[in-house]
């Protein structure tokens, strides 16, 4: 059975290399903190899932996630390792806040053999608002 994830758009992050700054800068003690309004309702499931990134229209990394914490101002941190793993680009749709997915190592690999991973990601970005990809 496919592992439970979360994806997330890097919001103003041009490409892998400044999302891998961010999560450098951000990171304290081994652990990256990201707010969120709503406890995801799955949150159990997704303990050891990942938070994968996503970059002009792409999955490219993810980040282990390790607990969900309260904070005192009502919102939730979901608390990930700083540790981040670069995958495959995976074509996937931009989209607000945080969504559910669930993938395993083949669809990652699979992804890599299509070719649409090698297309550049304006004309990726063209044809998926065409539902083409």
């Not at 919001?11 to 999302?19: G, P, S, V, Y």
């Not at 229209?57 to 969900?68: Q, T």
């Not at 607000?96 to 890599?112: F, K, N, P």
């Amino acid at each position: 059975m496919p592992q439970l994830h979360l994806t997330k758009v890097a919001f103003a992050c041009r490409d892998l290399e400044a999302l891998q700054e961010r999560v450098h800068r951000r990171g304290e003690n081994g652990e990256l903190r990201v707010a969120t309004r709503m406890r995801p309702k799955r949150a159990p499931e997704l303990i050891g899932g990942k938070l994968y990134w996503i970059v002009k229209h792409r999955i490219v990394a993810g980040v282990e996630i390790l607990r969900f914490e309260d904070r005192e101002d009502g919102r939730i941190d979901i608390v990930c390792s700083a540790q981040v793993d670069v995958v495959p680009p995976l074509p996937h749709r931009a989209h607000q806040g945080w969504r559910y997915i669930e993938l395993d190592e083949h669809a990652l690999s699979a992804s890599q053999q299509s070719g649409v991973t090698e297309l550049p990601p304006r004309l990726y970005g063209r044809l998926s608002a065409l539902a083409l990809v």
